[in-house]
């Protein structure tokens, strides 16, 4: 599976997009980039996944750039809700699952 | 629906005891997998399965069995608990398909003196 690299932490506006990224520079043709967010010490939760598109759905939008070596998930309009430890994944379907360090965001009023 | 229920939430033990926690899903996903998570970190895989009566190690296996005999159980042993599995476990499940959605439990807290 290909390793991914995002900061540590990032911080947003409140109201404001929230603009997280990730390197994934030795993807594969056929791995899938997934995002998941983690709120305090609950269950991860899976937010948007995508291949080559770029992919958006109710809660994010995903921007996977055109070599793949990198993606953005964007949360359009940043809540305090929104604070959490969010995930890049890329893997190989359908079995292993690694989740790295994260992004912690923090979204200030 | 209950979706991934895991039991217990939170066990105190002491070194070298052995304990059992239970991950149960009532989605008829064939995927499940166990995690580890220590203070601070990401979530570490520990074990996980493709179907009914089938495992596989992941990146941190040792010191770790699990077994499952049913679809919709995953268990996770420790025969000889260390305080270095001090942590919080997860487990998951996902349908078999190329969607990468994980539903996961609450977690179990594990604290080994």
């Known amino acids: 599976d290909a390793k991914t690299t995002q900061p540590p932490s990032m911080d947003c506006a409140e109201g404001r997009a929230a603009n997280l990224p990730c390197n994934h520079s030795t993807i594969s043709g056929n791995e899938y980039v997934y995002w998941y967010r983690q709120i305090h010490s609950q269950g991860p939760q899976y937010i948007i996944h995508g291949l080559k598109n770029n992919e958006t759905n109710e809660m994010a939008s995903l921007i996977i750039t055109e070599d793949r070596k990198s993606s953005t998930l964007i949360l359009p309009h940043a809540t305090l809700r929104d604070t959490a430890v969010y995930y890049c994944i890329v893997r190989v379907p359908p079995n292993d699952m690694r989740f790295g360090a994260g992004t912690r965001l923090t979204v200030k009023p | 629906n209950a979706g991934v229920t895991q039991t217990p939430k939170f066990r105190v033990l002491k070194t070298g005891q052995s304990m059992t926690l239970l991950c149960a899903q009532d989605?008829?996903?064939?995927?499940m997998y166990w995690y580890r998570q220590d203070p601070g970190m990401g979530l570490r895989l520990i074990h996980y399965?493709?179907?009914?009566?089938?495992?596989a190690k992941g990146e941190v296996p040792d010191g770790y069995n699990v077994s499952r005999l049913k679809k919709q159980n995953f268990l996770l042993g420790l025969e000889s608990a260390a305080p270095s599995q001090t942590s919080v476990y997860f487990c998951?499940?996902?349908?078999?398909?190329?969607?990468?959605?994980?539903?996961f439990g609450e977690g179990s807290r594990l604290t080994v003196l």
């Open positions: 998951a499940s996902r349908r078999q398909a190329n969607t990468g959605e994980l539903f």
């Open positions: 989605m008829n996903h064939e995927y």
């Open positions: 399965s493709v179907g009914e009566g089938t495992t």
